[in-house]
C-alpha cells in the first residue's frame, strides 16, 4: 500500500544521507513533497525543480531531527516561496483483524451524508465530510458531540478521521466512535489506517486503545 499510495519503492529509503528523489508526476498536485520514516529508514520525495535545495536544506541531518519541528521547519522554508508549507511529524497507525480490539457502543449510531452537510466543520475539522466514505457518531441533547468518517486510501486500506466536541472530551466518546468505525472497516474486509500529529497525546491514546499499531511517520 505504501508503494502504491506514495509512488515510492521502500528500497530506495536509508538513513545517511537522507535519500531525496523524484515524486511521481501523476500525484504532485497531491504530494508536491513527502518525507517518510519506515523504521529507522527514510525517504524524502518531492518535485524535481525543488529536490537540490531540498537535498541542501537536509545535508547532515539525522532521520530523528527530520521527523521533529526543526526538519519540518527547515523543510518549509524551502517550500514556501513555492506556494506550500509542511506539516508535520504525523504518526500512521495500522490495524487488522489480528492487532484491532472493536467494540459496539449502543450510543453510536451511523450518519448520513444529509447529516454530515450540516455538521460545524470548524469543531469537526480532523474529519473528511466531502470525501467519506461512511460516518458515525454520537448525539447528545439533538446535538453531535463526536464523529468518525472513514475514507478509502486507495486499494486495501481504509483511514479514520475523529473528532469530539471540546465541552464533550474525557468521557470516552473518541473511543466509542472510532471503534465502531474500525468494526465496519474490519467487516469489509480491509485495513483499518489513522493519523495523528505527534503531539496530540489524547488522540494518539484513543487510536492504541481501539488496536492500531504505529508503523510510519510522514511529513507532508
Known sequence: ?????YQISPSIMGINPIPV????PDIQEKFPLVALKIGEEVAILTRDDLREKVQC???????DLLFSPLGCCDLTRVTLPSGFGIWGPSWLLFGDNGSMNPSKDER???ISKAELSNIDQYVFWHTDIVNSI???GIYEEGMLVALATVCDRSGSVWEIGMDVSPDAKGRG???AVVA???DWILENDKIVMASVGYF??????TLRSVGLQYLMSNLQ
Do not use: K
Open 1 to 5: 500500500w505504501i508503494g502504491e499510495y
Open 134 to 136: 461512511n460516518s458515525f
Open 21 to 24: 528523489t523524484s515524486i511521481n
Open 173 to 175: 466518546l473518541g473511543h
Open 180 to 182: 465502531t468505525a474500525a
Open 108 to 110: 453510536v449510531e451511523s
Open 57 to 63: 536544506s537536509i545535508e547532515d541531518m539525522h532521520p
Open 200 to 205: 496530540n497525546v489524547p488522540s494518539a491514546r
